[in-house]
Structures are given as C-alpha cells and as structure tokens.
C-alpha cells in the first residue's frame, strides 16, 4: 500500500471517528435533540472529506446521505426530498438540453458569423470575443462547453495576429472569450447549471423567473463586462510593433467550410428560441423552467441532436448527485434547529457585520476568497457559508439570494491551479502555448476586483428588489 491510499484511509478513519464523537455529545442547547448531534457528527465528518478530496465529491455526499438515513438522522422520505424538487429537474433539463445544442453545431456557426463582422483591429478583435460569447453564453447551460469552444478561437486570432507565445496581448482575447461564457453565463438563468444550483440553496418562496435572475445580476454583469474589455484593451494592448494585420478572410473562410445552414440547426435554433420565450414569460405563465428544458431535450433528441449515449455517458450525473444531497444538508440545518442555535452564538459576533451590507457584501467576497485557499470543493466552501452566515440572514433582513450568489460566484477564482481546475481545461483546449496557466492568472485577480465591485455596486437594485430590507 502506497502513501496516498495510506493517507486516505487514515483521513477516512479520523472524519468516521470524529462523526461518532460528536453524535455521543449530549445536546448542546434545549434547541437541539440527539438527531441533531448525530447529523453535525456526519455534517463535520463531510467537510473534512470534501476538503480533503481523498473521495470524489458525489462519492462523499451518497455517504452522508446513506448515513443520515442509517443513523435516524430522518427517515427515507425526508433525506430524498430535494431530489423530486423543481431545482434537481432544472439541473436536468439544461445540462442535457446543452449536449443536444452542443451536438447540433449551431453555436459554432454563430460564432464564426459574428467574428466574419470583426474590425480589424485587436479592439475589434477584443469586441467581437465579447459580444460572440455574451450571444452565446444565454442560449447553453454549460458555462464549460461555451469557453472550451471559444477558447481555441482566442490561440487562432493570437496567430493571425502573429503575437508573440504568453503576451499580454494573447492574455487579453482569451480573457474576453473566458469571462463572457464561463462567468458570466451565471447572469442568466438559461446560461449555467450553476444557477439552479444556487437557486436551490437560497431557499425563496417562489424560484425566480429568467427576468428576476437577470434583474438581480444584471449590475454585477454589466460591471464584468465593462471592466474586461477596460482590462483587454489597455493593460493588454499590444505595443507598436507586437501585433500584425488582422484580417476578416480567416473567419470568412471558416464560416464558409461550415457550408450551408441544416435543417436540424434551424430546428435546434427554433427550439431554443421558444425555450428563451418560454422561460423569460414564465413569471406570468408559471411554467416550470425545469420542465421546460426539460421539453427542449425532448425535442433536440427527436430531430436527432441528442440520443441515449449523450443522456447516459455525457450529462453529468455525479454533479447532480452532489447538489441533491447538499440540498438535504442544507435542509437539515434548518429542521433540526442546528441554524437557530448557531446564530444564537454568532449573532452577538457577526450581526454588526452583517447588518450592514456596504461591509457585509464586500467583506464576502474577501473571506470566500480566502476559504477557497483551502476548501478546494466550492460547494463545500458553500455548505460552510451557509451553516456560519444563513441563520443570520433572517434578522438582518437579507435575502439567502445574497449570500448564496455573492459566495459562489465570488468563490469561482483561479488564483492556483488546484482551485478551479476547469481552468486548467480550457487553457489546455486554447492550446496551452499563447497562454498558459501562470499567465492566465492575472485575470483571476481581474474577476476578484470585478466581484467586489460589481456585488457592492448591485445594493441600491437588490434593495429595490427587496433582497435587503
């Protein structure tokens, strides 16, 4: 047995040894029973599992769901609950509607067509990355397949250009294909699974429609767009000198060898435009936007685009594994009054803080930074947010939307290699030669400033919202 499986076992065995002791623990509080230590018991023991990473984090969860169900912690029927809720079948229907879309070949069409428009300039060029990502990035749920696609875009321009291999220049246009597809993807409802993840977690009355999301993120999306191309086009202009002619024939030619529109992209094109209507009107229609995806997926796999082996072998079925059983966690935390009893004691300490959200917002965003140092999972950094600073939410009079939206997208940095491996994919997908990871990481510091900026800026229309009393 090597050291590494060695290691696992014994981290596995602490986390194991650590639950039971805690489940031993005579109720700390008049508000907690024997249910409630054994669920803080395996509650501990998760956290240390996920920030260790010794098991894959859907592995972890279906432990804690098992053991919570073992351990009388609830019954069957209450531990399985979130899985019958509307957030896991929004999940679903935009993570398997994004394949078909993917398979359908419509968004490489559209992106050629909007680069064929391109000034030939490398503002122009910074421009049109943009806008083709901010077009797509509403249409697919998955923020990863959008920036795996453009990114390879980003390496051809940098060599049209004839930059040189990790300039600054090069940094800037992969900079403005990543953050308009895989962040700000998050701005819409329909453009990252994440956001029925999020959803799910803030525990509203009602799930906001397709125009509420935007509503809420649109200050903070127009800040990221702004400040990324400010960031492209002057820290990373290229000198005199350091860039050639662009020319417009390249993606002239590249929509050209895509030949004639198909009739499964048109349909796939219609689908996705009655499944925007359909989820932007479904505050008045009330349809769900779950089943509406899901629909969509029904549809892109009638017409061809999206098959059996797409279902089984390409959505990603550990993810959702993970987020239902977080939302059981985060259930619990509430029902066995586990929430009530840590506010009782962090409210005196942090109440001061959060009561007022000019400190409180920006102050988020710098300690989810900090967490995520050495919390790889972020959502095991959000199982810790919400555990410290949900209960305090009520009193202060600020929505869960905020806690749950600041932390997870503030969360989403890059600062090393080990927090946000994705990133590692989609340099690697660009080419891994114009820019590399070292030199990427300059736009992770980017996004933390934007993050602190654009949540902050998003107070007044979040109180408008009501999302702050």
Known sequence: ???????????????????????????????LGPASMRFMGIFVAMLILLITQVLADWVIMLFVLGACTIFNVGTLQTTFTPFSQSTIWLLIGVLTMAVGIANSGLLTRISAKIMSWAPSSYP??????????????????????????????????????????????????????????????????????????????MKLKEPMSWTGWFAASSVWFLVLVVGTYLFCVTYCKPKEGEIGVITKEYFRDNLKALGPITMKEKLTAIIIALSLVGWVTSGTTKLDAGMIALVATALLALIGVFNVTDFTAKTPWNLIVFVGALLSVSSFLSSLGIGTWLAAILGPYLSPLVSNPWIFIPLLCIISYAIRLVVISQLASLAIALAIFGPLMPAAGISLFILVFVWYMAGNIWNTNYQNPIINGIVAAAGNKYVKFEDFRIASVLYMVLCIVGFTASIPIWKLMGLIQ
């Open 124 to 201: 122009g060029m910074v421009g049109a990355m943009m806008v083709s990502g901010m077009v797509l990035t509403p249409l697919v749920a998955s923020t990863t397949a959008k920036a795996t696609l453009l990114a390879p875009l980003a390496t051809k321009v940098s060599e049209q250009a004839g930059l040189k291999e990790r300039s600054r220049a090069a940094v800037g246009l992969l900079t403005a294909t990543f953050m308009m597809t895989y962040i700000v993807g998050n701005a819409f409802l329909s453009g990252s699974a994440n956001v029925g993840i999020m959803m799910g977690l």
């Open 1 to 31: 047995m090597d050291k590494k499986e060695l290691k696992k076992i014994l981290i596995i065995l602490i986390s194991v040894i650590i639950a039971v002791v805690i489940s031993q623990i005579p109720p700390l509080s008049p508000q």
